[in-house]
């Protein structure tokens, strides 16, 4: 009967009251069924799986209102407006103006635009422009670095158009299918055919045919499979592929990446083929799950955030109590209240380490360049400090402590000594299989001296060859040997190969395979699996050359002859890294999806104690309290899940360390994003790179050692500016509050000191190029309020000792006493002030004697040099007038001699009582 015909019939005849009412049953039907994908999960992704697993592919392709030859294009387009299209939801990058406001919306640039406005109210135009340049440069300078890093890690993404094959039903089937409900006529349907579709249009309910090298699209149901093994090492960390098969064995499994009727969004096919139904796609698929966890939470303050922004408050809250103090005493014992006001507002922005959002930013920036010449990405700033202050790197096992490559590890006979002639049999069996050679057949074959030694193409001739299949789970080869008689060569899982062997080699003998000899065998095995091994057997069997086909009744009767054993073995710069890490107070923690024997081998070959290994099923059965004292005593940890990496990361933070995280994979990302640094590669999954705060162009442990000494190096510089500004503005508020209750004038108008910490701040600019002790860079170290304020009231004092010491001098020796003589006292103070918080820096830089034991950087001295001279020719010079300041007479400099070099030996003697009391760091 023609189609078409059917067709036009079919659409007359539903306009009728009946069959109408019928046809939008139907409809209803297909709209319940499409709600309930649209839905999604309603138990969760991992519940929704495990029912798929258990379902009868019929029942399921029913539920999923679909078929065994797959979706028309247009039910494909009818699902696809209601869940979207097959694409994970990624962390989208902040708009450049949001970007900006985040590299602006920290304390002190929130201050100091305050102060600006208030300055500009106050029509004080010199200290509006001077705080106004410095919040400018440093925002401009952090989203500048940021903005270059991030579009750097963007490059890396390799922006590919991936396709998948699906079968695709005639639309006119649809028609054809309702039409014999109502016609009793026979079609004869169309087959369905294939299409190649970008992976974005693939919905739920679509049928696809899967291959070697392929993608998975989606989670997908097997429905067929032939020899199907899949890559799950980005989902869980296993190096070595898994069978997936047609059905699931067992019922009760609870975990979905055990199941093994279940493929994953994000892994890829090794070898095999088979056909697959869509069950989820898009965000709704394990690896969607992750991604929306990762991407919709905020990320919590990092260690370095938090510690900025206590120090800014301590400081700002100094600053608000010490500011209104100068008022109210300049105010009540001068009367001008208006001068008052403007010099306590001086004051406020002399308190304000206006510089530091600057040299913060200009110090990590210099950071970055730094790491970029050591093939390092650094995403967010922030991460080079958190580096330093790392005392924890949980890192994954694959590819980052072992070279993520099988490789053959020993060839033993059965008593598990080494044997050449076992390898020399289990490379003829690889060499002359011709199906696809897996990775264990690679790892043999990369033995190119046994090729050498053997020479097949001239001594051996291939007979036949019986293949692998997953009954038997071994494969075998026959080859003549110079014709004279045919060796069939069988390799397995060992106890496959077992049940066929009768006889065991022995040296040059062969004996039979006793219930004793079997036991010893399978401790030997035991032994190497102990060792984190995959173990394969090799067996033989020599045949008369009067048979030139084999089948699979010829796998008896054989002779074992030995194992090879198999491993990922770890990096050769693993260990050295390792023990660089320790060297520096880094404990690295393995968390790994891998299997506890093979993780455990790894470590100890790297040198890390592996006595106890954690498993997720005991991470799953604690409550955090008992796993946050866990996490402290165990250092290895195996077949996790994402959510377990993430939890162990989080209460190692809420333990109080600094937590680094390195990893590549899907279940990683969620790690990644908690952690204080997020370290991945280049050749990480996209998911994984956006969580990250740092990309390495290569995966070596030696980069991180080199980026922990950068970040110290960093945080060492960025505390020599706190500790240099906290003393020095504690020592000089301390001062201006003794000179304003004693001198019957303001000891600086407020131009003085505007103009006194423009400079100073403008001699720290070199501060980031600064030479750092190796003391410092040996242990972690992280921002401590409570020292920077021990530290302030400890040295801030030694300065105003001197302040007042000149005070003194200016009052009673240049007789600077009375309001007339202000500007010649103002001008005594200014110079000796500026002196002394110049050469702060060089005292407080170092524990050591400066100069002597601790050179400061070039540039450092020059600045500070510079700085120096220009605050002498000032009062000095011609322009004094221009800054109300007046010539000190020449006797005047042999006594500021005389009291810096007093100052500088009282700061080292202070320095000496404060490190043995409290430390430096």
Excluded at 220 to 228: F, Y
Excluded at 404 to 409: S, T
Excluded at 730 to 743: D, K, M, Q, R, Y
Excluded at 875 to 890: D, R
Aim: charged share 20%.
């Amino acid at each position: 009967m023609n189609l078409n015909l059917v067709k036009e019939l079919f659409a007359s005849f539903v306009q009728t009251r009946g069959i109408g009412r019928h046809f939008r049953r139907l409809l209803l039907l297909e709209s319940l069924a499409d709600t309930r994908i649209d839905r999604g999960i309603p138990p969760g992704t991992a519940q929704l799986l495990i029912a798929a697993a258990k379902n009868e592919a019929g029942a399921l392709l029913e539920e999923l209102d679909s078929h065994p030859g797959g979706l028309s294009a247009i039910q494909a387009e009818r699902v696809r407006e209601r869940v979207g299209p097959n694409e994970v939801e990624q962390e989208k990058p902040p708009s450049w103006w949001m970007h900006l406001w985040h590299c602006y919306k920290t304390p002190f640039d929130l201050l100091l635009t305050l102060l600006a406005a208030i300055s500009y109210l106050t029509e004080d135009m010199k200290a509006t422009i001077v705080i106004g340049s410095m919040v400018v440069l440093s925002v401009a300078i952090r989203f500048w670095q940021e903005r270059k890093s991030n579009i750097a890690a963007d490059k890396l993404k390799a922006m590919v158009s991936n396709t998948a094959t699906v079968l695709r039903r005639d639309p006119a089937e649809e028609a054809a299918n309702e039409a014999r409900l109502y016609f009793e006529v026979q079609l004869h349907p169309k087959p369905s055919h294939k299409e190649e579709i970008p992976i974005a249009d693939l919905v739920p309910g679509d049928v696809i045919l899967l291959s070697a090298g392929d993608m998975i699209p989606g989670d997908c149901r097997v429905l067929s499979a032939k020899d199907l093994f899949v890559s799950q090492a980005a989902m869980t960390g296993e190096s070595l592929p898994v069978e997936k098969f047609a059905s699931q064995d067992s019922l009760d499994t609870a975990n979905p990446l055990e199941l093994g009727n279940i493929v994953f969004m994000g892994t890829n096919v090794v070898s095999g083929s088979a056909s697959a139904v869509l069950i989820t796609t898009g965000s709704r698929t394990y690896f969607g799950a992750l991604a929306q966890r990762v991407t919709a939470t905020d990320r919590t303050p990092t260690q370095f955030q938090a510690g900025v922004n206590k120090v800014a408050w301590l400081l700002i809250r100094f600053m608000v109590v010490m500011s209104p103090l100068v008022l109210f005493i300049n105010g009540f014992t001068k009367g001008d209240w208006t001068e008052a006001f403007l010099f306590a507002m001086s004051v406020a922005v002399g308190l304000t380490p206006e510089m530091l959002p600057m040299i913060v930013t200009s110090t990590l920036a210099k950071g970055a360049v730094i790491l970029s010449r050591q093939k390092v990405i650094v995403k967010r700033l922030d991460a080079i400090q958190n580096f330093g202050a790392m005392d924890v790197l949980c890192t994954d096992k694959t590819g980052t402590l072992t070279q993520d490559k099988i490789f053959l590890a020993r060839h033993t006979d059965v008593w598990g000594e080494d044997s050449d002639d076992v390898l020399a049999m289990a490379y003829l069996n690889s060499y002359y299989q011709t199906g696809l050679k897996n990775l264990l057949d690679v790892a043999v074959l990369e033995h190119t001296e046994v090729h050498m030694e053997l020479d097949p193409a001239a001594n051996y001739r291939k007979v036949d060859e019986i293949p692998f299949d997953f009954q038997r789970r071994r494969m075998s080869v026959v080859v003549a040997e110079h014709e004279e008689q045919h060796l069939l060569i069988t390799k397995g899982a060992v106890e496959e190969i077992l049940s066929v062997c009768t006889r065991v080699r022995h040296g040059d003998t062969d004996e039979l395979l006793t219930d004793e000899l079997l036991a010893r065998f399978r401790a030997v095995t035991a032994d190497l699996n102990e060792d984190g091994l995959r173990v394969v057997a090799v067996a033989s069997r020599e045949l008369p050359p009067t048979q030139e086909t084999y089948s699979v009744t010829d796998e008896s009767a054989l002779t074992l002859i030995g194992y090879v054993a198999f491993l990922d073995p770890p990096k050769e710069s693993t260990e050295p890294a390792l023990q660089a890490l320790a060297a520096h107070g880094v404990k690295v923690k393995v968390l790994t999806g891998d299997n506890e024997l093979v993780t455990a081998k790894i470590c100890r070959e790297v040198g890390l104690a592996a006595n106890t290994v954690l498993l997720g099923s005991d991470v799953e059965r604690m409550d955090d309290a008992t796993l946050a004292a866990a996490v402290e005593n165990h250092d290895i940890f195996a077949k996790l899940t994402p959510a377990h990496k993430d939890r162990i990361v989080r209460l190692l933070k809420q333990n109080g360390h600094v937590v680094g995280f390195m990893g590549d994979g899907i279940n990683d990302a969620p790690a990644l994003r908690t952690a204080d640094i997020g370290i991945s590669v280049d050749t990480a999954v996209d998911i994984a790179k956006e969580a990250a705060d740092i990309i390495l162009l290569e995966k070596s442990l030696m980069v991180l050692e080199e980026g922990v000494i950068e970040g110290r190096k960093t945080f060492a510089n960025m505390l020599k500016y706190i500790k240099m500004t906290a003393s020095s503005n504690f020592g000089n508020v301390f001062s201006v509050l003794i000179a304003s209750a004693f001198i019957p004038f303001l000891p600086m108008l407020p131009m003085h000191l505007l103009v006194q910490n423009l400079l100073y701040d403008f001699s720290q600019v070199a501060i980031p190029f600064d030479n750092v002790d190796e003391e410092l860079v040996k242990d972690p170290q992280r921002w401590n309020p409570v020292d920077i304020g021990r530290f302030m009231i400890f040295f801030g004092p030694v300065s105003s000792v001197f302040d007042v010491t000149t005070f003194l001098v200016m009052w009673f020796v240049f007789g600077a006493n009375t309001p007339a003589q202000q500007t010649l006292f103002q001008s005594g103070w200014f110079v000796e002030g500026l002196m002394t918080q110049t050469l702060v820096v060089h005292m407080i830089r170092t524990r050591k004697i400066p100069f002597l034991q601790s050179r400061p950087g070039t540039l450092l001295l020059l600045a500070t040099g510079v700085i120096m001279a220009i605050g002498i020719f000032i009062p000095m010079g011609p322009i004094a007038h221009y800054f109300k300041l007046q010539p000190l007479p020449w006797t005047y400099f042999p006594i500021l001699v005389a009291i810096l070099f007093c100052y500088m030996a009282l700061t080292q003697a202070m320095k000496t009582f404060y490190t043995r009391h409290f430390g430096w760091q």
